[in-house]
C-alpha cells in the first residue's frame, strides 16, 4: 500500500511542536511495519538530500513554479520535498520578532494545492493530510483516494480572506467560512476519515468549549471522526540509551537518575538537596498555560517544591519568568530557549513534570517526562485524560490530576506529587510503573494501518 502523508512540519528538518515529532514517528513505524510511506513536506530551503531526483508539477498559475526534489534524508529516509513560491523561510511560520507571517495562509494553499497535483501524477493508494497547512489538497481533487485528516491542533486554522474559494478547485465551496476561507472546515468535510490525535481530544472537539468554532461540522461528521493516541519515538526517548544525560538507567536500576538529577540541579542553579524537584518543557503559549503557575512560584518554598522551565516563545511570558527567577532564585529557575539537548536532562533529572495545559490534543511531553522516571503534574484535559490516570485515585495510576484548569487546582495536585515523590518506596513504585508503560509508536501505527486498509477496502 503507497500512502502519501503530506505534513508542515517533520523532525529533525522542520520542528515547532510536537506535530513534527508525530509525522516523524508515525511514519517511520509504518514504513517498519510495511506500508510504503511517501513523506512530503514544504521546501523550506537549505534541505539537503541524497540521491535527489527533481520535477515540476502541473499546478495553476495562482500556484506559481512548484517543483519536487525527492530523495534520502539521513536517518529519515524517503523524503519529498516540493517547494513553492513563498514557501523557502528560516522558520516555518514565525518572522524573526515571533509574529506570523503575514502571508502564511497563502503560502499553505499554494502547499496543498501543489500536494494535490502530486496526488494525481503518483496516484497513491491513500492521502494522509495533517492539520490546516495541508487541507487545501482535497479542494482540487475531484476523484481523491481514500482520505485521512489528522488534527493535531483545532486552535490553528489558517483562514484567510479573499477569492480562494474560486481559486483552490473545483470543490472550493466546502471550504467556505464565515466569508473567508478555511483550509481545515474544507478537509473535515470532505475526507473519509478524521482523527484526532487522542481519544479524549475526539470527544473534546464536538464540544462549543473546545471546537475552535469547529465543533458543529465535526459533530456532523461524528461517525467519520476516531481518537488515536499518538506515540513518542522510544529510541530516541531512552533513558538506558540517551546520549544527551551523564547517566543511563532503566527502571530496573534508578542510581543513573540521581546522577542526571544532580547533573540538573547544577545546570539549573539549585542546592542539591532532597526538596523535590519539577520541571516544564514547553512552547510558550497560551495553551500551555505556563501563566497559571506565575501566581505559584512565590509559594513552592512551602510545598516544597523547585522548579525549572525550558521554553521558548511569548516574549511577555518570557520576560515575567526571568523576573521571577530572579526574584526566587532557590526554587524557580528558567533557561529561555528551544535546547533539544537540555530537554532530556530536564526529564531525566527531575522528580516530577508540570503540564498545566488548558487544551492539550495529545501531548508529548508528559509521556516523555514518564518514560524517564518523572511524575505528570497534569490538567484534565485532552490527551492528558489517556495518557494520565492520577496515583491517588488509581492503584496503577502514574500522575497527578488536576480536575480544573485553576492555580488552586494545580497547587493541589503539586502538593500531591511532592508528598509522593518524597517517600522513597511510593517513590521507587511510581517510577517503575511509569517507565514500564509501552509509549511507542507500534500500536497506534496498526490502528493507522488498519484504517488505511478498512478505506481501500471499502473503495473496492
Ligand atoms: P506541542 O506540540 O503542543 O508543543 P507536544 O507535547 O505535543 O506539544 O510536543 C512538544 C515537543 O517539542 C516535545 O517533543 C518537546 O520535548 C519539544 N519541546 C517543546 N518545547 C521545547 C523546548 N523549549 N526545548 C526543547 N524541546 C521542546
Ligand atoms: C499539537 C498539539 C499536541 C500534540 C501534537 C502532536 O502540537 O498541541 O498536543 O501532541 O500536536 O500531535
Known amino acids: 500500500m503507497r500512502v502519501l502523508f503530506a505534513t508542515a512540519e517533520l523532525s529533525p528538518i522542520a520542528t515547532v511542536g510536537g506535530l513534527a515529532a508525530a509525522a516523524a514517528g508515525l511514519g517511520r513505524e509504518l514504513r517498519r511495519a510495511g506500508t510504503d510511506v511517501d513523506l512530503v513536506m514544504p521546501d523550506y530551503g537549505g534541505i539537503a538530500l541524497v540521491d535527489e531526483t527533481s520535477f515540476e508539477l502541473d499546478v495553476p498559475d495562482w500556484v506559481g513554479a512548484a517543483v519536487v526534489r525527492r530523495g534520502r534524508y539521513p536517518g529519515v529516509g524517503p523524503l519529498t520535498l516540493i517547494s513553492v513560491p513563498g514557501m523557502a523561510r528560516a522558520h516555518p511560520y514565525l518572522r524573526p520578532d515571533g509574529e506570523g507571517w503575514p502571508d502564511n495562509s497563502e503560502r499553505f494553499f499554494r502547499f496543498g494545492r501543489a500536494v494535490a497535483a502530486l496526488v494525481e501524477r503518483d496516484a497513491p493508494d491513500v492521502l494522509h493530510l495533517n492539520d490546516w497547512h495541508t487541507g487545501v489538497a482535497l479542494a482540487a481533487l475531484e476523484d481523491p483516494p481514500p482520505t485521512v485528516v489528522s488534527i493535531h491542533n483545532l486552535a490553528y486554522q489558517g483562514v484567510a480572506d479573499g ?168 526554587h524557580f529557575a528558567f533557561v529561555e530557549g528551544y535546547d533539544e539537548a537540555l530537554s532530556h536532562l530536564m526529564f531525566a533529572g527531575a522528580d516530577a513534570f508540570l503540564m498545566p495545559s488548558r487544551f492539550e490534543p495529545c501531548g508529548l511531553t508528559q509521556m516523555q517526562a514518564m518514560r524517564y522516571g518523572a511524575a505528570p503534574v497534569v490538567t484534565a484535559v485532552g490527551g492528558l485524560v489517556d495518557t494520565v490516570p492520577d496515583a491517588d485515585r488509581n492503584p496503577k495510576g502514574l500522575g497527578f490530576v488536576a480536575d480544573e484548569v485553576t492555580t488552586e487546582h494545580l497547587l493541589a495536585a503539586m502538593f500531591r506529587a511532592a508528598r509522593t515523590v518524597s517517600r522513597k518506596r511510593e517513590r521507587a513504585a511510581l517510577c517503575k510503573r511509569m517507565m514500564a508503560v509501552d509509549w511507542s509508536w507500534t500500536e497506534p501505527a496498526e490502528r493507522y494501518a488498519e484504517l488505511y486498509a478498512g478505506l481501500c477496502r471499502a473503495r473496492t
Open 163 to 330: 477569492p480562494w474559494l474560486d481559486l483552490i478547485g473545483p470543490r472550493g465551496s466546502h471550504y467556505e467560512w464565515w466569508g473567508g476561507t478555511n483550509p481545515l472546515s474544507g478537509a473535515l468535510a470532505l475526507a473519509d476519515r478524521v482523527v484526532a490525535v487522542s481519544p479524549n481530544y475526539a470527544i473534546e472537539i464536538q464540544t462549543p468549549e473546545d471546537g475552535f468554532g469547529l465543533d458543529g461540522p465535526l459533530r456532523e461528521r461524528g461517525d467519520a471522526l476516531v481518537g488515536i493516541l499518538n506515540g513518542i519515538d522510544t529510541d530516541l526517548w531512552n533513558p538506558e540509551t540517551d546520549p544527551h544525560v551523564p547517566a543511563n538507567f532503566s527502571r530496573k536500576d534508578l542510581s543513573g537518575k540521581a546522577v542526571c538529577r544532580t547533573a540538573l540541579l547544577e545546570r539549573v542553579g539549585f542546592a542539591d538537596d532532597a526538596i523535590p524537584l519539577a520541571t516544564v518543557v514547553t512552547r510558550l503559549t497560551e495553551q500551555k498555560g505556563i501563566d497559571l503557575l506565575v501566581p505559584l512560584i512565590p509559594l513552592l518554598g512551602q510545598i516544597p517544591m523547585r522548579l525549572a522551565v525550558l521554553g521558548s516563545g511569548d516574549a511577555v511570558l518570557a520576560a515575567r519568568l526571568h523576573e521571577l527567577a530572579d526574584q526566587h532564585p532557590d
